[in-house]
């Protein structure tokens, strides 16, 4: 099933895509669990799943506005340089690494699908990255790899946008290049984890104004999505609706030479078969 968050007007809930629209869950969920996030954490997707399915769809998808997924994970934790092409990208003949590069974002810091990114007027170097993200659906400490997809609530994706100069504001600091406000997008949807094998080789491809920039599949991660699982959760405790962006290809536009960093009114389009298409258009930002 494809679960979204959505806004009609003022009204803001979240449900499930079929062909004739909408499910609407957050109406009949009510109060009671009023986002997706809250549906994770409640450990009810298995109800919300049963109630889409016998329930007619009541909003046509050409109506909403797409909010991010998950608009209040616990956590969104980014992964780092985990295509091995990339880490050749760097031309440092660093070997592999032994551990995965981990950084975290905020909720502010992403958009939906559809919403524009917007581009600061504090830089010239805003950066597209397509990448998966896992959404943890069983919360977990110290998960072994064997048993990482069944803590798994579905696949997403995001562009996890850049703002290159401000990541090399200091030596060990990413943090304020990757937390721009709204300099991201998370969606359009999270497809459940039953509908993608564990063991699925994802093809994920980012186009900007229709050129094909990133072009990779998951059999190059050199973090598989279960050894992110159990290291992550080696340190801390991974909750329901939590985010987990697992990297992004080579191509982002930082590595072309002269750099084809992203201009007022380009459109970022990120694809996955099984999952969908994350397509924001970027909108210089008026201050």
């Given at each position: 099933?494809?679960?979204?968050?959505?806004?009609?007007?003022?009204?803001?809930?979240f449900?499930?895509?079929?062909?004739?629209?909408?499910?609407?869950?957050?109406?009949?969920?009510g109060?009671?669990?009023?986002?997706?996030?809250?549906?994770?954490?409640?450990?009810?997707?298995?109800?919300?799943?049963?109630?889409?399915?016998?329930?007619?769809?009541?909003?046509?998808?050409?109506?909403?506005?797409?909010?991010?997924?998950?608009?209040?994970?616990?956590?969104?934790?980014?992964?780092?340089?985990?295509?091995?092409n990339?880490?050749?990208?760097?031309?440092?003949?660093?070997?592999?690494?032994?551990?995965?590069?981990?950084?975290?974002?905020?909720?502010?810091?992403?958009?939906?699908?559809?919403?524009p990114?917007?581009?600061?007027?504090?830089?010239?170097?805003?950066?597209?990255?397509?990448?998966?993200?896992?959404?943890?659906?069983?919360?977990?400490?110290?998960?072994?790899?064997?048993?990482?997809?069944?803590?798994?609530?579905?696949?997403?994706?995001?562009?996890?946008?850049?703002?290159?100069?401000?990541?090399?504001?200091?030596?060990?600091?990413?943090?304020?290049?990757?937390?721009?406000?709204?300099?991201?997008?998370?969606?359009?949807?999270?497809?459940?984890a039953?509908?993608?094998?564990?063991?699925?080789?994802?093809?994920?491809?980012?186009?900007?104004?229709?050129?094909?920039?990133?072009?990779?599949?998951t059999?190059?991660?050199?973090f598989?999505?279960?050894?992110?699982?159990?290291?992550?959760s080696?340190?801390?405790?991974?909750?329901?609706?939590?985010?987990?962006?697992?990297?992004?290809?080579?191509?982002?536009?930082?590595?072309?030479?002269?750099?084809?960093?992203?201009?007022?009114?380009?459109?970022?389009?990120?694809?996955?078969?099984?999952?969908?298409?994350?397509?924001?258009?970027?909108?210089?930002?008026?201050?």
């Amino acid at each position: 099933m494809r679960f979204l968050s959505f806004a009609v007007g003022n009204y803001a809930s979240f449900g499930v895509v079929t062909e004739g629209g909408i499910v609407d869950l957050g109406r009949l969920f009510g109060a009671e669990l009023p986002t997706l996030g809250a549906v994770l954490r409640a450990g009810e997707l298995p109800r919300a799943m049963s109630l889409a399915a016998t329930t007619k769809p009541t909003i046509a998808l050409g109506e909403i506005r797409y909010l991010p997924t998950v608009p209040d994970p616990e956590k969104i934790i980014c992964i780092g340089i985990n295509y091995g092409n990339r880490n050749e990208e760097y031309k440092d003949g660093a070997e592999m690494p032994r551990y995965p590069s981990v950084f975290m974002r905020t909720r502010g810091s992403l958009v939906g699908h559809l919403e524009p990114i917007s581009n600061p007027p504090e830089s010239t170097q805003l950066d597209y990255e397509g990448e998966i993200v896992l959404v943890i659906g069983k919360a977990g400490r110290r998960i072994a790899a064997a048993d990482a997809w069944s803590h798994v609530a579905g696949l997403s994706l995001m562009n996890e946008g850049s703002v290159r100069d401000w990541l090399r504001h200091s030596k060990f600091n990413v943090t304020p290049g990757k937390n721009f406000e709204r300099s991201g997008s998370l969606g359009p949807w999270m497809v459940t984890a039953d509908e993608i094998p564990e063991a699925a080789e994802l093809h994920l491809t980012t186009h900007v104004n229709g050129e094909l920039r990133q072009d990779d599949t998951t059999a190059n991660l050199i973090f598989p999505f279960a050894k992110l699982i159990e290291y992550l959760s080696s340190f801390m405790r991974l909750t329901p609706g939590d985010l987990i962006a697992t990297g992004t290809p080579t191509g982002a536009g930082a590595r072309f030479d002269p750099p084809k960093y992203l201009r007022d009114r380009d459109t970022v389009e990120i694809h996955v078969p099984e999952i969908g298409t994350l397509s924001n258009v970027v909108v210089d930002e008026s201050t």
